[in-house]
């Protein structure tokens, strides 16, 4: 009989530890853990453009309904110019650095694939060895062997995956040399909305990745450079990929406007002292999450790959510079302006 009541409880146990589905006692809402396994093929998907809830930062898409979202995107080896004048071979998700931001909301299951196309051919005079590839997005709770694993040049990976958090996560490359792969373009951005959306109404909202760049010339054009990266002494740093872009180009915004930044700083390396000149964050929540709120900052400390929601209200009239407010990165490329009319 004890050992009877032994078995009935361990039965009980591992039948409680097998099921996928859990409370998140937080936010009463239901996690799902893990997913089927991913699945390799050797077709790539009918062509390379994106497909899902993304757009290019700042821009944000809009959520999809549903509870599932079919999201697509490839990676591809193409020249990629960081300055007008200072181009070299990015490996990019979809078509840029970062690559796209991907919008969903808390408990929906993120249907995803992504073929290898490194062996495609480059543009005249190009030369990048086909390598392999993979990805790994923060915001799942899966086996990181499984889906996160690496693919052969032509193939393509399937996998699920679902949103139980709220908050801006970083999705990378994670084939070895990861630090090579990140400088050389794989990073990006995921916003997870709470289930109802993120509280509060705002006027404009952008999203902003800051990276690190380590660049050596190599004839006509730029090379990521591990040598640079190891000692963590960037060539440039940048928001959305471009040092400098939004000097150039301002972000237009108007006097009374509520801004919602969504900033991820995905490194590889360096912090990000993030600040906005002329005003204040009232509303600060760390990696994202509304449950993490803080009030009243005038700089968010973001570590590597972390992240934040901040909101602002711009006072009055004038030219907001926002930079990291560690200096050497700021002159290296990590500001721009926001311009209210
Ligand atoms: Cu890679």
Redo the contacts with the bound molecule.
């Keep these: 009989m004890k050992y009877l009541i032994i078995i009935l409880a361990g039965l009980f146990f591992t039948s409680c530890n097998n099921n996928s589905s859990k409370t998140n006692s937080e936010s009463n809402s239901k996690m799902v853990l893990g997913a089927p396994e991913s699945v390799i093929s050797t077709t790539p998907n009918a062509d390379s453009t994106i497909k899902g809830p993304l757009s290019y930062a700042p821009d944000i898409p809009a959520v999809q309904d549903g509870d599932t979202v079919v999201v697509k995107f490839d ?1 591809r080896h193409k020249l990629f110019h960081a300055k007008s004048d200072v181009a070299f071979v990015g ?1 990019l998700f979809g078509d840029s650095l970062p690559g796209p931001v991907l919008h969903i909301r808390v408990g929906q299951t993120v249907k995803f694939s992504m073929t290898d196309r490194s062996n495609e051919p480059m543009p005249a005079g190009m030369v990048m060895q086909p ?4 990805i790994d997005f923060h915001a799942g709770m899966v086996n990181p062997a499984d889906k996160w694993r ?1 693919i052969n040049p032509g193939e393509t990976i399937s996998f699920t995956w679902t949103a139980n958090y709220p908050g801006v996560f970083m999705y990378h ?3 070895p040399m990861v630090l090579l ?1 990140m400088i ?1 373009g ?1 990073i990006g951005m995921v916003i997870v909305d709470p289930k109802d959306g993120f509280p509060g109404k705002v006027d404009k909202e952008f999203a902003l990745v800051q990276n690190e760049y380590y660049l050596k010339p190599n004839g006509n054009i730029y090379s990521p450079d591990t040598t640079l990266a190891m000692k963590k002494t960037p060539t440039f740093v940048a928001f959305n990929g471009k040092p400098g872009q939004y000097v150039v180009h301002p972000i237009h915004v108007k006097a009374g406007d509520r801004i919602r930044l969504y900033l991820l700083n995905a490194g590889p390396n360096n912090a990000s002292s993030f600040h906005v000149i002329g005003t204040i964050f009232d509303k600060v929540w760390i990696e994202g999450n509304p449950k993490n709120e803080l009030e009243g900052m005038d700089v968010i400390d973001l570590a590597p790959a972390m992240s934040a929601i901040v909101e602002f209200v711009i006072p009055e009239k004038g030219r907001y510079t926002f930079v990291d407010h560690s200096f050497a990165d700021a002159e290296m490329g990590a500001q721009g302006v926001f311009v209210a009319d």
């Design positions: 990676v490996w390598m392999q590839h993979s690496s490359c994670g084939t792969h050389s794989m």
